[in-house]
């Protein structure tokens, strides 16, 4: 389901960028002021040790990551996280922030009242962020960790950045609650361009499984993605090539709402030539846009519940393969003889194509198989622990 519009982007922030983020990285250290507090200044690193950092970070990961680094897109980012929020100046909720980089938008979020816990991978932020929870007194939580290396399919203890989301619940003294209940926790990131549609099935898996994050309930995601990524989230039946197997799992799963669109120049980058890599694609991607994806609570109504939802989602993605065949030759592909009598009940057309059925009717074509004799979900097995295999890597 879709909802939102964006606002207009925060104007000035290339100015700021270039005149903050070069005292930033090149050793001038800025006093940060937000809404009338002053924080101290962040500690740089050497440039020689920023250089091995970086050519590190190029050798071991080569992952592209992108900080918030203008104090007024920060301001604009906390105005929309507040959106949503109830009437009354009761106390802020929880946010968990992930790879805040230099903590800019950490620090209008305190000054806001909220209560942060940040997760952060990279050893000299990390260090800024623990001196500045250490001058706070509890409304700052500072974990060493990487949010896209939650929960991998490891044996044995967890590592650092690798991290437990149970001991992360818990550490930030979250407790599950019913799916149907009030979101228990809002996050907020960016999520790397590297990888970055492998990174929304993860989280899209995690969450019609009720695994991970989502063993806690609905976990409301505020997040950073490609203009690209996002048109894919929101294209409609019959849009050629955007409209995919994730645009139906993730409209049926998620409440998308769009917060905010925001030129890619006003990122800063961990690139050593200070570039934006900006990925090049077939569709508009000229922003990022911050995304609100919250899990509906009608999710699991029907047939589909967490322990079948892996079958349903591999029962999509193969209606996919094809996308411009019919549903009745898909369904004969799935050894269902009574395909004729099934569509009927469904007053869905026989000759409708796979790509022009809206999100709802998988739901209701699942459904139905679910109660019919001849479905036989072994068909799905094997792609199923495949496909497992590969969202943790």
């Not at 990285?25 to 200044?41: I, K, N």
């Not at 301001?75 to 929020?85: D, H, I, N, P, S």
Request: hydrophobic letters at 40%; glycine letters at 6%.
């Amino acid at each position: 389901m879709l909802a939102g519009r964006a606002p207009p982007g925060a104007a000035g922030c290339g100015r700021l960028l270039a005149a903050g983020l070069r005292a930033l990285l090149c050793g001038l250290p800025p006093c940060w002021v937000t809404a009338g507090r002053q924080y101290p200044a962040l500690r740089v690193a050497e440039p020689a040790k920023e250089k091995r950092l970086v050519r590190k970070e190029q050798r071991s990961s080569l992952v592209v990551r992108r900080f918030i680094a203008c104090p007024q897109l920060a301001r604009t980012v906390w105005r929309c996280l507040q959106r949503g929020a109830g009437p009354g100046p009761g106390p802020q909720p929880l946010l968990l922030e992930f790879a805040p980089g230099p903590g800019i938008l950490t620090r209008t979020l305190l000054d806001a009242g909220f209560r942060v816990v940040a997760l952060e991978s990279n050893s000299d932020f990390l260090t800024d962020l623990q001196s500045l929870e250490n001058s706070l007194d509890g409304q700052l939580k500072v974990i060493h960790g990487d949010f896209f290396r939650m929960d991998p399919l490891t044996k044995g203890a967890l590592k650092p950045p690798a991290v437990s989301s149970d001991k992360l619940f818990e550490t930030m003294g979250v407790v599950a609650v019913p799916w149907r209940a009030d979101v228990p926790l809002k996050i907020f990131g960016i999520v790397p361009q590297q990888l970055e549609r492998n990174r929304l099935w993860r989280l899209l898996f995690a969450m019609y499984e009720c695994s991970s994050i989502y063993r806690y309930g609905r976990i409301e995601l505020n997040l950073f993605i490609s203009e690209k990524e996002y048109t894919v989230l929101t294209a409609k039946p019959g849009e050629s090539k955007i409209y995919q197997a994730l645009t139906v799992l993730a409209q049926l799963g998620y409440e998308i709402e769009l917060l905010h669109k925001e030129p890619w120049s006003s990122f800063a980058t961990n690139l050593k030539n200070g570039g934006l890599a900006v990925p090049k694609t077939v569709v508009p991607n000229d922003h990022l846009c911050l995304v609100r994806l919250t899990p509906q609570q009608n999710l699991f109504t029907g047939g589909l519940k967490p322990s079948n939802a892996s079958t349903f989602i591999f029962m999509v993605k193969q209606s996919f393969a094809k996308p411009k065949s019919k549903l009745t030759d898909r369904l004969n592909s799935w050894s269902l003889d009574n395909s004729d009598t099934l569509l009927k009940a469904l007053e869905i057309p026989k000759n409708a194509a796979m790509c022009h059925l809206y999100p709802e009717d998988y739901k209701r074509l699942f459904e139905a198989l679910q109660n019919s004799d001849m479905f036989d979900e072994t068909l799905f097995h094997d792609e199923v622990l495949a496909s497992t295999r590969i969202m943790n890597l």
